[in-house]
């Protein structure tokens, strides 16, 4: 089984700190993906990368950036944090660009920022 | 562009009845279509995918989806309904003729409750 996991399940910061989320898949995967989860606008699309040291912005990258320097690991970082950030933040992977496999999840970091 | 749509944002339904979420999708090309599920404090876990091929596709702990491109819908299906179904569920939709990354949009997601 596919296994993705994120460092911390629950994260309190405080506004301006500088913030990273770690993420790990075991499977290989080409693709990883971050998400931030709100209730009533679903699952929103930060960043995503395809390979090691490539990135591509998603949906709301403002305020946010990534690094992936080696291919089971890709992090999420908050440069300057502030309070709307506060959200749960998901990651995924996946096999590459153009196969039709699903994503795999990890269970998420709810953050929240002071 | 892509989109995706689940118009209820909660479904009650008693157990052992049948249970349908809802989900349609605009998309330009053809769909690679999605669903997944999410218990509380956990991610999103897969349960099936439409690709090709038969419109009734079947995937985890008992559930389907119909495939159907007239109405651009996918509903979830379920014969009977468990209480350990309850959850949020969530559609997901990929443009194959989307050029570039191929990217998932995701639904809202409809918050299922199962009544004992």
């Known amino acids: 089984d596919v296994k993705v996991t994120q460092s911390s399940r629950y994260l309190v910061k405080r506004t301006g700190e500088k913030v990273f989320l770690e993420c790990v898949q075991d499977m290989d995967h080409e693709n990883m993906f971050w998400y931030r989860q709100d209730p009533g606008l679903g699952l929103r699309l930060i960043y995503f990368s395809y390979d090691v040291k490539m990135k591509e912005k998603g949906d709301i990258p403002e305020g946010y950036s990534v690094s992936r320097e080696k291919k089971e690991r890709f992090s999420l970082i908050l440069e300057s944090a502030s309070t709307n950030q506060t959200s749960m933040y998901l990651c995924a992977s996946s096999f590459r660009t153009g196969s039709n496999q699903p994503q795999h999840f990890g269970d998420g970091t709810r953050l929240s920022i002071l | 562009a892509q989109s995706v749509a689940q118009p209820e944002d909660q479904v009650n339904v008693a157990e052992g009845n049948p249970l349908t979420v809802k989900c349609t999708y605009s998309?330009?090309?053809?769909?690679?279509l999605f669903w997944y599920v999410q218990y509380p404090n956990r991610g999103l876990q897969f349960l099936l995918k439409y690709i090709t091929g038969d419109n009734l596709v079947k995937g985890s702990y008992g559930f389907e989806a119909e495939f159907n491109k007239s109405q651009t819908s996918f509903h979830l299906k379920k014969p009977s309904a468990l209480v350990s179904d309850s959850a949020l569920y969530f559609c997901a939709v990929r443009d194959l003729n989307s050029g570039g990354y191929q990217k998932v949009t995701f639904g809202i997601g409809t918050k299922l409750q199962v009544i004992p």
């Open positions: 998309v330009s090309g053809n769909p690679y």
